[in-house]
């Protein structure tokens, strides 16, 4: 009897847990597999690349070349679609004068697995290693941009290294935070402490820019000017007035371009 009772002690927090883990994957990951662009579709100038990671997936990515610059800038985009739903982006950053290597997910778009919190994070090092020992970028020219939950792959990777410099875009707070923020709050304990990004950001050494809309409902500018407060780098918040949190370049783009190309452009660590 005391056997069974302790097995049951042991199962049943287990899968409580596995549930809990499944519905924040479910939350938080929303990959598009389908709307891909065929690799004969793609411009002449975007070399379609599958990174390996630690676990052995290949992670689908597009680097863009810019000869004529010493710098690369990592683009972990946010929780639905697929880095083909980026390219104008990466074109835009790439045509401003920077080398840009851009990441699909695991379970997004063409690459391998299923997405996890963990998992995202060896997608983010493969990329940073990738950048590093294969196209020979050294870490002070490496700069790093993420959007919504990118941002906690971005911090993740980012953390206590003198990388030229960081772009958070909408970050989040953390997962329960999240959760709050969506109405979910007498069960945001199930989050735990998933997507942590304020502790995290404390271990963040190079400079940082935060990009955030006032009128953003999924993750609320409350959550940006949570970050920004606890990093302890140099930094800069920019706030796009009136736009939420899919529609910063709506109207007026150059309030959100200018000030990224700009931080590209100028800093140094």
């Known amino acids: 009897m005391k056997t069974i009772k302790s097995f049951f002690t042991i199962l049943v927090p287990l899968f409580f847990l596995s549930g809990c883990k499944t519905i924040i994957n479910q939350m938080a990951f929303h990959p598009d597999t389908k709307n891909v662009i065929p690799s004969n579709k793609l411009p002449s100038n975007i070399k379609e690349l599958f990174i390996q990671t630690e676990d052995n997936l290949k992670i689908h990515s597009y680097f863009i070349p810019n000869k004529s610059s010493g710098k690369i800038l ?14 104008p982006d990466l074109l835009k950053i ?4 920077v080398n840009v290597l851009g990441v699909s997910y695991r379970g997004y778009g063409k690459s391998d697995g299923d997405p996890d919190e963990a998992g995202i994070y060896m997608d983010g090092q493969a990329a940073l ?21 990118g941002t906690t792959v ?5 953390q206590n290294l003198k990388l030229g410099g960081l772009v958070l875009v909408s970050p989040l707070t953390s997962g329960k935070d999240h959760a709050k923020a969506s109405g979910l709050k ?25 990009v955030h809309g006032t009128r953003d ?6 959550m940006g000017e949570a970050i920004f407060k606890e990093l302890k780098t140099r930094k800069k918040f920019i ?8 529609d910063l370049t709506r109207g007026n783009s150059s309030k959100y371009w200018e ?8 800093t140094n660590p």
């Not at 000030?259 to 100028?266: D, G, R, V």
């Open 74 to 87: 990592i683009y972990f985009h946010g929780n639905a679609g697929n880095i083909c739903h980026r390219l």
């Open 154 to 158: 971005a911090i993740n990777t980012s």
């Open 129 to 149: 290693e990738y950048v590093r020992s294969e196209l020979g970028f050294p870490i002070k020219n490496v700069y790093i941009l993420g959007r919504s939950i």
């Open 94 to 97: 790439n045509e401003s004068g």
């Open 217 to 222: 409902r999924v993750l609320p500018i409350s």
């Open 186 to 210: 007498p069960v945001s304990f199930l989050a735990g402490n998933a997507f942590n990004n304020i502790d995290k950001c404390r271990r963040i050494i190079c400079p940082v820019l935060v």
């Open 239 to 246: 706030r796009i007035e009136g736009r939420g949190h899919n």
């Open 259 to 266: 000030p990224i190309l700009e931080f590209i452009s100028k």
